[in-house]
């Protein structure tokens, strides 16, 4: 009935849209698809929010960060939900270190006395904001112990832009302790950068801009944080690798061998601390110096320095650094046919504190997808492929629980994960999606068939209709008005999908739902069931969307008869990023030679604004010109073939056949890894995706390519040029040998 | 010495650009230019900082708003000054209507009790903010007396963009009390956007953001806004027509004829004042409703609502609305050949409070100007043609002394006046300079021999290093570096050189420096001698600069065998001007069509965010097709025009012949006025530029015609369209029987 309202109300809206035609779906005959449409009515029809209302609710009762007995009691809780449902489910535990804080001071002596107060208040209106013996205080995980004094340096973000600009109003930061604002980047670049500067420490602090009283009313009157709420989380240097620091590569297996933590290259050498905008405030009125330039003021009621200040700021931090469980529930519904060939649907379960949002409004929907397909199950109902459920531990300090996982299962999973589907927490708004763009095709047609709740469209349509008055010129909105395909993001990194894709080349997506639900209660204590359910998603009907977002896209890739990967649509995309990358050169090129003549020129120093001093910007060397040639003929062979992949009469294949062929689809992607992995951090192995190595979460496309160039490696680049081209060939050449094996 | 020191920097620095020959001026003959460029080097070396200090520090000593002791006291300052320097200098009088506050009484009821201060405090570092028996206290002048009471409404600049929002977020300013921010349009546009919209009182408050602490450190500490400082200000709406509201179109003089104050068109009839961000701050806070969207918050620690409040505002304006005198002073220097041809050059001298800055640091520029061709005309120099030093009184309430003047002496005006040379305060920095295009080749002459006091280069280098630093595309950067000539931008309102150039067509031009003088004391208290020496102009070099720059300019039209006019430059300039018309009416075509669009396929429905609800914008009238092609001949039969002019052998012209020509030339703008003036505001009769109607000080270029489109009337844009070519062919059949005349 649904999708039948949906085609009704397209129709009327968008006649240029083109809707799948009742009782055809990609990947299916016309007898499966009637089934497998049957089969997603009725998962759509076990459905309930009230259920997502009550594992959100018991789920964040009390907080629940990595071995505290909130998450020891939520994964029992998980487990026996899973087994009830008739799953074989188990626990499935790794060994990981995890510092949490013994000593946490911050304070400055000198004009002004102030000792921050590092502690979030108590709320009457927050139910959970007073389970303060439980709660793990405000920190950054993975902060070095320290115990530093010196001067204070304001760094804007604290990205490698922000170092360049400090210098030209002649500010160094080494010996110094730098403040950095939360946002633009990944937290754990901050001290990264300062770090490779210098400073001998790092507070990071959440401006009233970002995600205070600047966005919207604050907590409780509003979501946003309220003056002393600050935000918790991991600095681990995750674009180097993810999860135990101790065992790169490896399973964190009880007795696997481990190395010394001083050698681990994912961990900082200095301390950092996050504070809220209240203790922010004296610290920042304490730095004299440069007034800092318009796009690195916040909100706070003054005039932005950068520093450094005469006052001295003591930071000490210490931590308790051991060695604690993590323990994932994996939950299992086996294939009748396929059952070696595993669909794997996950989300983490830890989080900083009571994690209403971030992790649990995510897994409440998962296992709400869990618990339908587990009804339908005792109903006699079997998915074709293997379906899995998987709940993770220890994602907030580094995506723990899925990377030791991923490496310990690594072979096994290469040979049998057709897809990873993952959420992190989920809101009321617009649908967001990432993923290998192979996917896009098969995703289309489920989103278009998926309602949302406060409109009579599908989640395409809302999201769509989004993109198109979003977009500022008209030229672009009419080429989104004649959209019908969606087009999923690259994925970075910042949650589970990151070793499933980047380090084993398993297809995966992140999916959830978001942007009527902003507020500032990220990793704190606030982001609770009562903040939840008042700001979040008050219905929980965006959790039932996601749960049929992603049940659906479960069940089409455990059920398909022929798995409806579209490589056309991957050739595309990196065809694109091919056509970025070389622009980039270009454009630095350009810049380069014009920005070398304006030093040499001496415009810097002739236009310099005396009130507002900066030094010239130091010259760089000319861009020379990199053959793009391999990659480009990489993608134009790439072309023919996912075209010609795509002519394949697949329907007519014999069962055996059609069985080698969407193996061969599914472990594709592997094919895109290369065989030292990116320069100077080889866990990363993808081609195509990878986390910036200074953004953090944000995604770099072809990223050795990319990285290469913007840091100005040009012999780097052109060898990155051909490892990746390399690979798309290695990849057509697979999938020209799949298509040749059926001839 | 200087201009050999600045060709040689400028060969080192730019050897694409081309200098002045040596010897050789645009408009003399080899040998008038050795004399011309001697002149001037004697009038170099009488400039000295030291008396624009003395000049600014007498005449800001004591508060001077029209018709005050002070005002007084400064007039017969500079009249005596003037005749000390061998002028024939008078007072000139007219009698203007100027409402001085009786009542000013600003509060709030309700959940919060609050009454405003409105009242800007004294402070030990400055010196004359103490005055505060003859200081005029904080108001907008023009407001109507009123007593208001009602809810208030945050209505961002106030300008008509921010009510088309508002009414998308439900809020309708009917019967209200709104609050708009200083910043975007001119002041006097926020009360007269208020009042159509059916307002019954307006606040207008100075936002840190604007320039308070957001932009630096405020003062004493800082040249920025401390939080109890406010601007003061005209809201007289000056865009229909400036000056005495009761005597549009003629002079004020004493027995003039006068209408009734509640038939000036360019008066309001709400209450408006306005108050500091200390005022600002509990009013904002009690607004309720819709957050406000991102691009409306300013930087007080708040979230910004847009109301309306549940609390009551109370607005009580009374004023004494009398007829004073404004007493311009008007000094002569007599030309030796041509005493009928005047070049003339003007700076107003009343101020809001101390205007040490705003009027006074042009004024002191201008009056050593003055004294240095005085002191050179006492040793026996004479200009060809007659100077004319005017200080205006009454500017700031609504360009009243310049407006009554150029009113009352308008025949003989369009008669003599060669050129007219405004300035309105000074600062360190770059050049800023405005004007009538056909100026640019000699202005450009000109301020490529004037050395900036700070680097070793020209004010035309500096400023040119300025625009290309800024610019943001390596396109653009390589555009600006073959510049050679100096573009003056187009002139809107906001000073005294408006009547000369928009009502009776005289060629004006707008000079001043800044960029390195920001601060907040604009209109307050706080615009002293004290803060201008500490923050403005420290060493008083600009203003030698800008002496430098007007006195040049002064002296080159002067002394010009052939005035300098280069038509060619105001063509090409007409001629960018038609082009973008006509792109904005295709882009109104594109973007109105795709919008009505979205609007009726519901797009803005789908997308509406719920938790910042906007009602869908309403669909608008498709936009036509409208003919260009009279502008575009007329534009292009002045450029034969222009350039058959210029192949004239001007320099084999007998003395009678070049006598008539120059007449033709420095007349020749005032076929581009219109018979009718623009729409609905006939005193500016400009066809090519005018301030805007919603914008105010800022300009609208082919005024008619942009205006027209942008408010959707086609009908009349395609009328303008007509009436522009008409005055565009007007002018070119005039200069073609400049140049048939000497055939």
Redesign the interface.
């Known amino acids: 009935m649904k999708s039948n309202l949906i085609a009704t109300a397209a129709a009327v ?2 006649s240029a849209v083109v809707t799948a035609q009742p009782g055809s779906i990609l990947g299916f005959s016309k007898t499966a698809a009637d089934k497998q449409l049957s089969t997603e009515k009725k998962f759509d029809g076990n459905l309930k929010a009230k259920n997502i209302d009550q594992f959100i609710k018991d789920l964040s009762a009390v907080p629940h960060h990595v071995a505290s007995p909130g998450g020891d009691a939520n994964a029992a809780y998980i487990l026996n939900k899973f087994k009830s449902w008739g799953y074989d489910a188990q626990l499935e535990t790794f060994y990981v270190l995890f510092p949490t804080p013994l000593t946490r001071e911050l304070s400055m002596t000198g004009t002004t006395n102030f000792k921050a107060s590092l502690k979030e208040p108590v709320l009457k209106e927050d139910a959970t904001s007073g389970q303060t013996a439980t709660q793990l205080p405000v920190y950054n995980c993975w902060s070095a112990d320290g115990d530093v004094t010196s001067e204070l340096v304001f760094v804007n973000y604290g990205v490698p832009a922000d170092y360049e600009l400090l210098a030209r109003m002649g500010v160094d930061v080494k010996g110094k302790i730098v403040i950095a604002k939360y946002g633009q980047s990944w937290r754990g670049i901050k001290p990264k950068v300062a770090q490779e500067h210098g400073a001998i420490g790092c507070i990071i602090y959440s401006d ?1 801009k970002e995600d205070g ?6 907590y409780p009157k ?1 979501p ?1 944080r309220p003056e002393l709420g600050a935000q918790r989380g991991s600095v681990e240097d995750m674009p180097i690798y993810p999860g135990d620091p101790l065992t790169p590569g490896l399973g964190a297996t009880k007795d696997a061998k481990r190395i010394d933590r001083k050698d681990a290259a994912n961990l900082l050498k200095i301390p950092v601390i996050p504070i809220s905008y209240a203790d922010a405030l004296p610290l920042l009125q304490s730095l004299e110096g440069s ?1 800092a330039p318009e796009g690195w ?1 916040g ?5 932005y320095h950068v520093g450094p200040s005469k006052n001295k700021i003591h930071l000490k931090l210490s931590f308790d650094w051991q060695v604690r469980p993590v323990n994932n529930i994996i939950a299992k519904l086996k294939g009748s046919e396929l059952p070696d060939e595993w669909v794997i649907r996950g989300n983490h379960h830890d989080a900083w504190v009571n994690g209403a949002g971030d992790p649990i409004s995510g897994l409440a929907a998962m296992m709400e997808e869990a618990r339908s397909i587990g009804e339908m199950a005792k109903a006699g109902y079997q998915p074709k492929r293997t379906i899995m459920y998987c709940a993770w531990d220890g994602e907030e300090p580094g995506l723990m629980g899925s990377t030791e996982w991923v490496e310990f299962h690594a072979a096994e999973l290469q040979q049998k994960a057709v897809l990873y589907i993952n959420s992190d927490g989920n809101g ?2 617009f649908l967001g999606a990432g993923g290998s763009q192979a996917l896009e095709p098969a995703f289309t047609e489920i989103i278009k068939e998926v309602q ?1 709740p ?2 009579n ?1 599908s989640v395409f ?2 999201k769509r ?2 993109d ?3 977009a500022t010129s ?1 030229k672009t ?2 080429e989104l ?1 004649s959209k019908t395909t969606f087009e999923l993001e690259a994925l970075g990194s910042g949650s589970d999908f990151s070793p499933f894709a980047q380090h084993i080349g398993i297809p995966s997506m992140n999916l959830g739902f978001g ?4 507020g500032g209660e990220y990793h704190s204590i606030y982001d609770s069931y009562d903040l939840y359910r008042r700001f979040k998603d008050p219905t929980f009907e965006y959790g039932v969307v996601l749960a049929k977002t992603a049940g659906h896209t479960t069940l089409r890739f455990a059920n398909a008869e022929n798995l409806p990967f579209d490589f056309r649509n991957l050739q595309k995309t990196i065809s694109k990023y091919v056509t970025e990358v070389a622009a980039l050169a270009d ?1 630095m090129r ?2 380069t ?2 920005e070398n ?2 030093i040499n ?7 310099n ?3 507002a001093a900066l030094l010239p910007p130091v010259t760089k060397d000319e861009v020379p010109f990199i053959s793009f040639a391999s990659l480009q003929n990489a993608v134009t062979a790439l072309e023919k073939t996912t075209n010609a992949l795509h002519e394949l009469a697949v329907g007519d294949l014999s069962v055996a056949n059609r069985n080698v062929l969407n193996k061969k689809l599914y472990q594709a992607e592997q094919m895109l890894l290369t065989k030292d992995g990116l320069p100077r951090r080889s866990w990363y192995r993808h081609a195509i995706y990878a986390p910036g190595f200074y953004t953090g979460y944000g995604v770099k496309t072809l990223p050795g390519v990319r990285e290469a160039i913007e840091q100005r490696n040009w012999k780097e680049a052109q060898e990155q040029i051909e490892i990746t081209a390399g690979a798309i060939n290695s990849f057509t050449a697979n999938l020209e040998s799949a298509i040749a094996g059926l001839k």
């Open positions: 809206l968008f009233p009283y600047f966005q919207g009313d604050v509003g946003f007034v003021r909100a706070l009621p003054i005039t009321r708004g949302d406060q409109t469209v349509e809302r209709s989004a198109i008055i979003n008209a909105k009419n008005l942007g009527e639900d902003d454009n350009e810049n030679t014009v003549k304006l020129q001496k415009h810097y120093s002739i236009a604004n005396a009130t």
